[in-house]
Protein backbone atom coordinates (compact mmCIF):
# COMPACT_ATOMS: atom_id res chain seq x y z
CA UNK A 1 0.00 0.00 0.00
CA UNK A 2 3.03 1.95 0.19
CA UNK A 3 3.57 1.64 -4.00
CA UNK A 4 6.37 -0.51 -3.47
CA UNK A 5 6.41 -3.64 -5.77
CA UNK A 6 6.17 -7.81 -4.54
CA UNK A 7 9.77 -7.91 -5.18
CA UNK A 8 10.54 -4.82 -3.13
CA UNK A 9 8.05 -6.00 -0.26
CA UNK A 10 9.72 -9.88 -0.32
CA UNK A 11 12.77 -8.29 0.09
CA UNK A 12 12.26 -6.41 3.22
CA UNK A 13 10.24 -8.90 4.60
CA UNK A 14 12.39 -11.93 3.63
CA UNK A 15 9.85 -14.03 1.86
CA UNK A 16 9.57 -14.70 -1.87
CA UNK A 17 7.47 -13.25 -4.45
CA UNK A 18 5.20 -15.85 -4.79
CA UNK A 19 4.17 -15.79 -0.66
CA UNK A 20 3.47 -11.89 -0.81
CA UNK A 21 1.62 -12.50 -3.89
CA UNK A 22 -0.28 -14.99 -1.74
CA UNK A 23 -1.17 -12.66 0.76
CA UNK A 24 -2.27 -9.96 -2.00
CA UNK A 25 -4.96 -12.90 -3.14
CA UNK A 26 -6.53 -13.29 -0.21
CA UNK A 27 -6.50 -9.53 0.55
CA UNK A 28 -7.85 -9.29 -2.95
CA UNK A 29 -10.56 -11.70 -2.67
CA UNK A 30 -11.64 -9.93 0.69
CA UNK A 31 -12.15 -6.74 -1.12
CA UNK A 32 -9.46 -5.44 0.81
CA UNK A 33 -6.78 -4.29 -2.35
CA UNK A 34 -7.86 -3.63 -5.92
CA UNK A 35 -6.28 -6.12 -8.26
CA UNK A 36 -5.54 -2.93 -10.24
CA UNK A 37 -2.89 -1.61 -8.28
CA UNK A 38 -1.08 -4.75 -8.51
CA UNK A 39 -1.28 -5.90 -11.96
CA UNK A 40 -1.28 -4.54 -15.34
CA UNK A 41 -4.38 -3.85 -16.37
CA UNK A 42 -3.72 -5.84 -19.67
CA UNK A 43 -3.14 -9.09 -17.98
CA UNK A 44 -6.25 -8.47 -15.39
CA UNK A 45 -8.32 -8.32 -18.94
CA UNK A 46 -6.57 -10.89 -20.81
CA UNK A 47 -7.37 -13.52 -17.77
CA UNK A 48 -10.45 -12.14 -16.99
CA UNK A 49 -11.94 -12.46 -20.66
CA UNK A 50 -10.79 -15.95 -20.59
CA UNK A 51 -12.45 -17.28 -17.29
CA UNK A 52 -15.51 -15.07 -18.53
CA UNK A 53 -15.61 -16.94 -22.01
CA UNK A 54 -14.95 -20.03 -20.79
CA UNK A 55 -16.22 -20.45 -16.99
CA UNK A 56 -12.99 -21.96 -16.10
CA UNK A 57 -11.87 -21.09 -12.63
CA UNK A 58 -8.97 -23.67 -11.87
CA UNK A 59 -5.76 -21.55 -11.84
CA UNK A 60 -3.87 -24.23 -13.65
CA UNK A 61 -6.26 -24.50 -16.54
CA UNK A 62 -6.05 -20.55 -16.83
CA UNK A 63 -3.16 -21.08 -16.97
CA UNK A 64 -3.19 -23.68 -19.94
CA UNK A 65 -5.88 -22.22 -21.81
CA UNK A 66 -3.34 -18.75 -22.22
CA UNK A 67 -0.55 -20.75 -23.34
CA UNK A 68 1.50 -20.42 -19.92
CA UNK A 69 1.31 -16.85 -20.50
CA UNK A 70 1.07 -15.90 -17.16
CA UNK A 71 2.46 -16.77 -13.99
CA UNK A 72 -0.13 -18.99 -11.39
CA UNK A 73 0.54 -15.95 -8.72
CA UNK A 74 -1.28 -13.58 -10.76
CA UNK A 75 -3.86 -15.30 -12.27
CA UNK A 76 -4.34 -16.96 -8.88
CA UNK A 77 -5.07 -12.81 -8.03
CA UNK A 78 -7.13 -11.93 -10.89
CA UNK A 79 -9.01 -15.06 -10.60
CA UNK A 80 -9.69 -13.61 -6.30
CA UNK A 81 -11.05 -10.96 -7.92
CA UNK A 82 -13.19 -12.21 -11.01
CA UNK A 83 -14.85 -14.51 -8.26
CA UNK A 84 -15.27 -11.75 -5.59
CA UNK A 85 -17.28 -9.67 -8.22
CA UNK A 86 -19.36 -13.01 -8.72
CA UNK A 87 -20.65 -13.10 -5.27
Same mark, same amino acid.
Given at each position: ?? $? ?6 ? $? ?18 ? $? ?18 ? %? ?24 ? %?????VLKMR?
Amino acid at each position: RQ $GKTVDEIA $GIRNLTAGTIKQHLARWIAK $GEIDVRSVLPAETIEAVTAF %MEETKIVAVGAIRSGLGNKYDYSDIR %MIASNVLKMRD
